[in-house]
């Protein structure tokens, strides 16, 4: 049956109005991470979009204050989850898809370049052969084109690397979740320097994003508040960032984009959490499995990143 609520939230007024996703965000400000609750109007199936599982470096503990935040927008809104969707192996937070799956079902799905992930940083590691390379740890592998429903509304993949080989985007209904492909206009682009990054093939998945028809709604994964700016944003639209993008903005050439790119990069430290934060995430958010002791371990390569 269709909820009232959703629908007036998601500007509908009968539920036959076709395309429209009903979309409600989480914003984990300790990693500035954007999960989004994406849901059908009409039939209340919802997918759940680049979770956050809370870890301290310091301490190495984990928790779950952000997951339950969703759990309790499920619940509340009395949805059922069909999808646990990641757009690429995050360098910045934990992934909590194992979590939210053993509460509200679903399928954990990544794009199939997470097997040149796996290769790489299983290397960078030195994960053993009980570390699988195939993206088994997943339910499902989307290739570039796939399409799949949630509820009523149809649903197409789209690979956009560049800040990784991996980066997918999601277009369901009149929306499209891009990851870390873009930010808001007044921010700009994701960097494109980690292993397998490249800014020459980032710049073209972006403007693969910037052909969607203008008025799709474009949902970001992170926010880091430009200057200026005073509130965290994470939605836009396709028209906003190909008329305004500070990066890529009318005018901006290929060539031009990658000398900024890679200037800009050059600049940058590693994310804070990035060393936890891909031995979980390239294993579908799974912990290692204990030592001998019953205690789970995560390792510090020095001198690889």
């Known amino acids: 049956m269709s909820d009232p609520a959703l629908l007036a939230a998601c500007g509908i007024v009968e539920a036959v109005t076709p395309g429209c996703v009903h979309v409600h965000t989480v914003f984990d400000e300790a990693t500035f991470t ?17 979770s956050v599982l809370d870890f301290d470096p310091a301490s190495g503990r984990i928790a779950t204050t952000s997951a339950d935040k ?20 995050h360098a910045d937070h934990l992934s ?20 040149t992930v796996q290769s790489v940083f299983g290397t960078i590691f030195n994960e053993g052969p009980a570390f699988a390379r195939d993206g088994s740890q997943f339910d499902r592998l989307l290739q570039d084109g796939e399409r799949f429903r949630l509820g009523s509304l149809e649903a197409t993949v789209l690979h956009v690397p560049g800040h ?47 052909a969607l028809p203008d008025r799709t709604r474009l949902f970001l994964c992170h926010d880091y508040k430009a200057p ?16 305004h993008n500070v990066h890529v903005h009318p005018g901006v050439s290929e060539n031009a984009f990658v ?16 060393l936890p934060s891909i031995q979980i ?25």
């Open 34 to 50: 954007a999960t989004h609750i994406a849901s059908d109007p009409a039939t209340g199936k919802a997918a759940i979009i680049d």
């Open 259 to 274: 000398a900024m790119r890679e200037a800009r990069d050059a600049t940058l430290g590693m994310p804070r959490l990035i």
């Open 164 to 210: 990784t080989p991996a980066d997918m985007a999601f277009v369901i209904g009149d929306a499209a979740f891009v990851g870390d492909t873009l930010f808001m206009p007044d921010y700009g682009t994701a960097r494109a320097d980690f292993p397998g990054g490249d800014a020459r093939t980032l710049f073209r998945s972006i403007h693969r994003l910037l």
């Open 96 to 115: 909590a898809a194992p979590y939210l799956q053993e509460r509200l079902g679903g399928t954990v799905a990544i794009g199939r370049d997470i097997l």
């Open 70 to 89: 969703v759990i309790a927008h499920v619940e509340a809104a009395g949805l059922t989850v069909e999808w646990l969707l990641e757009t690429h192996v």
């Open 281 to 305: 995430n390239m294993r579908a958010g799974h912990l290692p499995e204990p030592e001998n002791n019953g205690t789970r371990y995560l390792k510090l390569p020095l001198n690889r990143l």
């Open 228 to 243: 200026d700016r005073d509130q965290f944003v994470w939605e836009t639209t396709v028209a906003d960032e190909r008329a």
